[in-house]
């Protein structure tokens, strides 16, 4: 799955992060920073948790998997296959992180991405070190981004009248998982719940004219994500309006968004740019993204976010207006911003901003 070069830079960011701080070694026992250290590990049984069944001590000289004796078969032989470890393994009745750090690294000086007892906690911190996406990272990055934006776009392509969210969502997980790809978010409105909830969980509300799908898909520790609007028979001129704006709004916000911007700076572009569209407040009713890779986004953008833009960096920026919205993940690459998951014959809209030519996903008319 990785490849030895990929590790070797996540060492070494590593023991750049040690030196800084002073540390003997990090424990990184959630499935994201799990996932990024062995270039795509899945630390996790339960999709819902962010700590994972095992984690890592990584030090300058050793690597330790820490985990019981239920999940160390399946971590070793299907996730960390020809990585050089050693091992903490306790009984699964009385497996418990922190004694196992104790056991490993007593007496040292220690960072975690999790509360533990005696350690400093650096999640923040530790994320950043994945902000940057390797050669490797961004081969399967795009791999994934296509294989979710075909997904997404199959499943639209099912959605009938009369269908129940319920449904719709189950069409969705099921194109995402027959391409070995976890929908960790499945979010579907149709008609009034549209128009109502910015994050709508499916229900057995049943579909009469539009419907919005959106899908956070994750393989490999990666996550892309995505959102498409179908409507059956005519588009209403209101609506037709409010997508015409918001993809402007998406594509203000992914044109800004080049290696050594300010964060905030990209935010205040796609706040620019509602306001432009005649929505100046929209963007106070839901979160407008930010950046992505191992987590759906590391932390939710705003005007005040001082980071910059990393070379090769993902981001998801999720722009909407009542009733409709626009998102998909993107790479922001030394030549520019790179959408990764556009749908195949999808209809899309051709928009300027900040001298680039996007094209953004319309509405699917059936």
Not at 286 to 311: I, L
């Amino acid at each position: 799955m990785s490849a030895p070069s990929e590790i070797v830079e996540k060492q070494r960011r590593v023991n750049e992060f040690l030196d800084r701080g002073g540390y003997d070694g990090v424990v990184l026992a959630r499935t994201a920073d799990f996932a990024w250290f062995t270039g795509g590990g899945a630390s996790f049984v339960n999709l819902a948790e962010e700590a994972g069944v095992g984690a890592l001590l990584v030090q300058r000289d050793r690597k330790i998997l820490i985990t019981n004796n239920v999940e160390r078969p399946r971590l070793l032989e299907e996730e960390l296959a020809g990585q050089e470890l050693g091992e903490d393994i306790s009984p699964w009745a009385g497996d418990a992180l922190p004694d196992a750090v104790e056991r490993v690294a007593a007496g040292q000086k220690i960072a975690a991405d999790v509360p533990l007892p005696g350690a400093t906690e650096c999640a923040a911190e530790i994320a950043r070190l994945r902000s940057s996406l390797t050669p490797e990272e961004v081969t399967r990055y795009r791999t994934l981004g296509q294989d979710v934006g075909e997904a997404i776009g199959e499943a639209c392509m099912k959605l009938e009248p009369g269908m129940a969210e319920h449904e719709a969502a189950a069409a969705l997980a099921a194109a995402h998982y027959g391409r070995g790809i976890q929908p960790i978010v499945v979010l579907v409105a149709a008609d009034g719940r549209l128009s109502k909830y910015r994050h709508p969980i499916p229900t057995g509300n049943e579909i009469s004219r539009v419907v919005m799908l959106v899908v956070c898909g994750r393989r490999h520790g990666l996550i892309t994500s995505a959102t498409r609007i179908v409507h059956f028979g005519p588009v209403s001129e209101e609506l037709r309006r409010k997508h015409d704006a918001v993809v402007a709004v998406d594509a203000a916000f992914i044109a800004a968004t080049r290696p050594g911007a300010r964060i905030g700076d990209v935010f205040q572009a796609g706040l620019a740019a509602y306001a432009a569209q005649g929505h100046p407040d929209e963007w106070e009713l839901h979160h407008q993204g930010g950046p992505t890779g191992y987590a759906a986004r590391d932390y939710r953008a705003t005007a005040d976010t001082d980071d910059t833009v990393e070379p090769n960096q993902a981001f998801a920026w999720n722009p909407s207006i009542a009733g409709t919205k626009s998102e998909d993940t993107i790479i922001a690459t030394p030549e520019g911003p790179e959408v990764i998951s556009a749908s195949p014959g999808f209809p899309t809209i051709e928009v300027s901003a900040g001298g680039l030519t996007l094209q953004r996903s319309d509405i699917l008319v059936r």
